[in-house]
């Protein structure tokens, strides 16, 4: 079978390698504004106030929301992504964004020194309030299993594997 070929500088490439090679490129740069646009989840810091700092709309559990006894509580993505949009914290961060005050937790951590910090991360993950020890540091969540860590951003294995895919139509060029 002959596949049919694309004249380029230094030699001749295949339709295939060159479509699988522009299909990678495109992924990638994909994969990668993807990743980054959700790296922290987070709560609002109620401050004394009895009503939603997230907005009622942007509430994670009404079990949690900011009340006499409630001192923070979770936001969905909508808001944490803007608030913590200048967020740069391995672990835990708080930042002002709009006059308001939040703690934005960097999904890719889950260990905290301090167990207040890990219980706060599972109300803005929505699995708690909960946490529990591993070793000398906290998780959060009440088990191991209660909160969902597949949250993370996929910024690493997107990476990984697109220059994997740029490496294999790189090949097929070659071959």
């Known amino acids: ?4 070929t694309r ?5 001749l490439v295949s339709r295939r390698a060159f479509v ?12 990668v504004t993807h990743a980054s646009a959700a790296t922290y989840t987070c709560t609002a810091q109620c401050g004394g106030a009895t009503t939603s700092q997230c907005g009622s709309e942007n509430l994670l559990s009404a079990s949690t929301t900011c ?5 923070y509580e979770g936001c969905t993505a909508t808001v ?6 200048s967020a740069t914290a391995d672990e835990v961060e708080q930042v002002t964004y709009q006059s308001k005050t939040y703690k934005c937790f960097n999904k890719e951590n889950s260990m905290h020194m301090m167990q207040a910090n ?7 993950m929505n699995c708690g309030p909960g946490s529990h020890a591993m070793g000398a540091m906290y998780m959060a969540g009440a ?3 209660a909160c969902d860590w597949s949250i993370s951003p996929a910024g690493a294995h997107a990476s990984a594997t697109a220059v994997f895919a740029v490496a294999a139509a790189g090949a097929l060029m070659l071959a």
């Open 67 to 71: 009340s006499a006894s409630a001192t």
């Open 143 to 145: 088990t191991h299993t």
């Open 7 to 11: 004249r380029a500088a230094g030699g």
């Open 80 to 85: 944490c992504n803007a608030a913590c949009a």
């Open 1 to 4: 079978m002959m596949m049919k």
């Open 118 to 124: 890990a219980i706060e991360q599972s109300v803005s």
């Open 20 to 31: 699988t090679l522009a299909c990678a490129i495109a992924w990638m740069a994909c994969a």
